[in-house]
């Protein structure tokens, strides 16, 4: 079965950073690229960074470009986001994604 657990999410004030886990199990966690998106209240999700299976590769939405970092640990089977020079409109819940899998998120709040 596969399972994504996010954490690391929290309440900071704009101009503060957080770092988001994501910890993958049941599948084979260097046979798939992965991502991160956001779902803002009343909004739909958002992608917000991507990256290769072998962790190569890293895309970003350009709303977080620059502020944010995606990586991978293989050998522990876990995604991180880095989110730095944080804005109030990056408040929202975040979720690591495979294909159509996704955990139950971790929730990011950008707060003065």
């Known amino acids: 079965e596969v399972q994504l657990v996010e954490s690391g999410g929290g309440t900071v004030h704009p101009g503060g950073s957080l770092r988001l886990s994501c910890a993958a199990s049941?599948?084979?966690?260097?046979?798939?690229?992965m991502r991160w998106v956001r779902q803002s209240t009343g909004k739909g999700l958002e992608w917000v960074s991507s990256i290769t299976a072998d962790g190569s590769i890293t895309t970003y939405a350009e709303s977080v470009a620059g502020r944010f970092t995606i990586s991978r640990d293989n050998a522990n089977h876990t995604l991180y986001l880095q989110l730095n020079s944080l804005k109030i409109e990056d408040t929202g819940m975040y979720f690591c994604?495979?294909?159509?899998?996704r955990g139950q998120g971790t929730q990011v709040t950008v707060s003065s």
């Open positions: 994604q495979r294909g159509t899998y």
């Open positions: 049941g599948f084979t966690f260097t046979d798939y690229g």
